[in-house]
């Protein structure tokens, strides 16, 4: 016979305000199978839970209901509770009463017979609950990193030097990512490549770390701690082993035309090539799209003249399985780039370019080697107009967020054009300065006093080509909106920051959420940041939202000490909230009859065969077995068995129906009290 | 019947209907006291004869809601609970129930303001429908 205990919070005047918390104690001792029920101003508190721990002594309870606030927010607290006094866990349950009741309705009667209602259905659930066990899985202590940037780099390393193994997955042929593009980082002006390339060697030699790099995830299975991983290694068309990286195939391959990703388009590459001199790994790789054998069947010049023998044209893309005990997806952004501005141009001005292009531009090893020359003639520009928030904080482009590191880097852009061409003159227009940072609100004071950057507050409605001149028109609005005309040489656009191509299809592989901008979404966004709500996956970096380096590094830190706590454990438990099939003694042994409905809907191939045998080894039947390390416990193979052969521990069919005759039967709160 | 007040039973899922159906109590968003809500770890779990049973019992009125198309929590529930329900209403239908008594829809854990309107749609429209006595009527003639 179950004994419950009922113990209302008033949640101070949360629920109080507009429950009648004593009447509804009162009203549920007469539950049939409640042997004590009280009320209490704060039930989670600490007195609150030695009243529910001494009940649950006293009163030999079988099960508990604490009717407060949302099991999502207390159920772990009330259930370590009871724990602590040896009650199993979940012989306790809440009922809501604070969320879906008092503070979504008016102080009535009406509200708190709905409160009488909401614990009566507990009560008759609870009545029900068996006691679970938790359920211990294995850890495979072996991190996927996925993709090569600062953040990735950051992950790999803190978790390879915190002796786990790393694998890690970049899509380009280098790793790096934008950070590797860049000229100098703010607020500091340090090299960006003198920082960053140590960093990918020590990737890139590290024993703990594998790197696959021009190779994407095809799928991914299975669940915390224990990930079934498919990297697609792309064809590189170079045996990796052999080669040296000497770069006399790229410098005698006669294709040399193609736009170079790496300098964002304003410097030119090979069909076999290394994206950029300080490549991690520095093997050149053959870009099958525009190599001329694979286009027209003829030429293969690249092997003639290999001294390594290294040239493979009939590699295939090789699919490396991989066992893993978390994910951590560090893909990076992109930008949205000038072709998206119909009032600047629709990218038609070559001299009207993106921030990338402009640090290419600045940068020692880029197409220019580091001097500030305009795309168009290769002159030395006068005037240089730079434009801040383009697209970004602009809800008529479909972009409402501010892309955080615009501000900072408009300024360093003007700074360096300053820097090295001394007696050009540089502009500045912006919405707001947004310089929170250490350091950062002194870097934009350091361009506008040291420097003579002009800043112009209010927004460029238009750029045109005029006398060999690009013309900017826009406003002063710090002097009544007075029309501004600039005519400039070269226009840098500050465009906004977007999520990487390919974001949402990852995000499907790996059954993980993102917003509206397909930017991938934390598990809280303050106190979760850098974990995603699917156990074992993590985040690092601008794939979330887009930040600068500290923030990017910082973040990936965070991920990394998770994935080292994780991997601190030999097991894991797991709520044991999964489904079972109906065992039973010979000869029927299984009401399950075998159709496997189950086994198609099962979302994570939890579902095996099990087959019954005679002692001569004669099948006798063949019933489904659930695997518990698999099943996540979701019930739709519940709903879908024909013979009720199947139930979900914890929302058991006898459960869930008790719930529902319980919430429609009103005789006891029809008690006079 | 102006008196008449629906009863409703609201059948939903644990990571976006009842994390939404949270976040209007954490917005103070009133809404109708006539839904009560059964918590389901998905909707996928959601075995229909449980809203057969609703009905046998009394319920006037139904919802079932989950997670968006794609975003179920368990990949694919909300997906087997779609198609359940097309099959359902049908089912409905030739029993001689409105399906009007029977909502089905979607709310995330963002959507707390959607979840309160829903609500309140939904008694509006069981409210103008009267109460339930298809069943009770087949009771007394001796039939159930």
């Known amino acids: 016979m179950a004994r419950i205990g009922v113990f209302i919070c008033h949640c101070g005047e949360n629920i109080a305000g507009t429950v009648d918390c004593a009447k509804l104690a009162q009203v549920s001792a007469k539950i049939p199978g409640v042997v004590h029920s009280v009320d209490y101003k704060y039930m989670c508190s600490d007195p609150g839970q030695t009243m529910i721990k001494e009940a649950i002594l006293q009163k030999n309870l079988t099960g508990v209901v604490v009717g407060a606030c949302s099991p999502r927010m207390h159920e772990p607290t009330f259930r370590r509770t009871c724990a602590e006094v040896g009650l199993n866990p979940f012989l306790c349950e809440m009922a809501n009463l604070r969320e879906h009741c008092s503070w979504v309705h008016e102080k009535n009667d009406v509200t708190t017979d709905k409160a009488i209602d909401l614990v009566r259905v507990i009560v008759e659930k609870v009545k029900r609950n068996k006691p679970l066990f938790p359920i211990k899985v294995p850890v495979t202590k072996t991190a996927l990193v996925l993709g090569g940037g600062i953040a990735g780099i950051q992950v790999a390393l803190d978790v390879a030097n915190a002796g786990h193994k790393v694998l890690m997955v970049e899509r380009d042929p280098s790793i790096g990512g934008h950070m590797a593009q860049l000229s100098e980082t703010f607020p500091t002006l340090d090299c960006s490549q003198c920082i960053l390339t140590p960093r990918m060697v020590e990737v890139a030699q590290h024993p703990n770390i594998t790197l696959y790099t021009y190779s994407e995830l095809d799928s991914l299975e299975g669940f915390i701690g224990n990930f079934k991983a498919k990297i697609r290694k792309k064809a590189r068309s170079i045996d990796e082993k052999l080669c040296t990286g000497c770069g006399v195939c790229s410098q005698k391959c006669p294709i040399k035309k193609i736009p170079s990703e790496f300098n964002a388009g304003l410097g030119l590459r090979t069909a076999v090539y290394t994206p950029f001199p300080q490549a991690v790994p520095n093997k050149p790789v053959i870009d099958r799209e525009n190599c001329t054998y694979f286009l027209k069947g003829k030429c293969r010049l690249c092997e003639k003249v290999c001294p390594a023998n290294a040239i493979r044209f009939d590699q295939e893309d090789q699919i490396i399985e991989a066992d893993v005990g978390a994910v951590i997806t560090a893909t990076g952004f992109d930008i949205k780039h000038t072709d998206f501005f119909p009032e600047y141009g629709y990218g038609e001005y070559p001299d009207v370019i993106d921030g990338l292009q402009y640090e290419r531009l600045a940068s020692a090893s880029g197409p220019t080697l580091g001097a500030i020359k305009r795309p168009s003639d290769g002159k030395v520009p006068d005037t240089v107009v730079f434009i801040a928030c383009a697209g970004s904080r602009d809800p008529a482009k479909g972009i409402e967020y501010c892309s955080k590191i615009c501000c900072m880097y408009t300024a360093k852009h003007a700074m360096l054009y300053r820097h090295k061409v001394h007696h050009g003159k540089a502009y500045i227009f912006y919405m707001d300065i947004r310089a929170g940072g250490k350091m950062y609100e002194e870097f934009v004071r350091r361009a506008v006093e040291e420097d003579g950057v002009n800043y112009i507050r209010g927004r460029v409605s238009r750029v045109y080509e005029q006398n060999g001149k690009l013309i900017v028109k826009g406003a002063d609005t710090l002097l009544g909106a007075e029309p501004v005309e600039i005519a400039a040489d070269m226009v840098v656009l500050a465009t906004a920051g977007i999520a990487n191509d390919g974001a949402e299809e990852l995000a499907q592989k790996l059954h993980i959420s993102y917003d509206s901008y397909k930017f991938f979404a934390e598990a809280h966004p303050k106190l979760r940041p850098v974990e995603t709500n699917t156990g074992g996956i993590f985040l690092a970096g601008a794939c979330q939202a887009p930040k600068d380096i500290p923030d990017s590094v910082s973040q990936a830190s965070g991920a990394a000490s998770k994935v080292a706590g994780l991997f601190s454990q030999d097991e894991l438990t797991r709520e044991p909230v999964i489904a079972v099939v109906h065992r039973t003694l010979p000869p029927v042994l299984s009401t399950c009859v075998g159709c496997f409905l189950c086994k198609s809907a099962c979302p994570y191939q939890a579902i095996e065969q099990e087959e019954f045998r005679t002692r001569d080894g004669k099948l006798i039947k063949t019933v489904a077995k659930v695997n518990p390390g698999l099943c996540q416990g979701c019930g739709t193979c519940v709903a879908l068995c024909r013979s009720k052969s199947i139930d979900l521990q914890g929302f058991s069919n006898e459960q869930v129906y008790a719930e529902v005759i319980a919430l429609l039967d009103r005789s006891t709160s029809d008690v006079v009290v | ?144």
Request: a positive charge; glycine letters at 8%; charged letters at 20%.
């Open chain 2, 1 to 144: 019947m102006s008196s008449f007040e629906p009863q409703i039973v609201a059948f939903v899922c644990n990571w976006c209907t009842y994390a939404g159906a949270d976040l209007t109590g954490t917005s103070r968003i009133k809404y109708a006291p006539n839904v009560k809500i059964i918590r389901f770890p998905c909707t996928g779990r959601i075995d229909f004869m449980l809203l057969l049973k609703a009905f046998a019992r009394g319920a006037d009125g139904i919802i079932v809601s989950g997670c968006h198309p794609n975003d179920c929590h368990y990949t694919s529930g909300n997906f087997h609970a779609r198609r359940r329900w097309m099959v359902f209403r049908r089912l409905l239908d030739f029993l001689g129930i409105d399906v009007r008594r029977v909502h089905f829809f979607w709310i995330s854990a963002a959507e707390g303001a959607k979840w309160a309107e829903m609500v309140n749609e939904t008694v509006e429209t069981v409210r103008k429908l009267g109460p339930f006595e298809h069943y009770q009527k087949l009771t007394t003639a001796g039939v159930a």
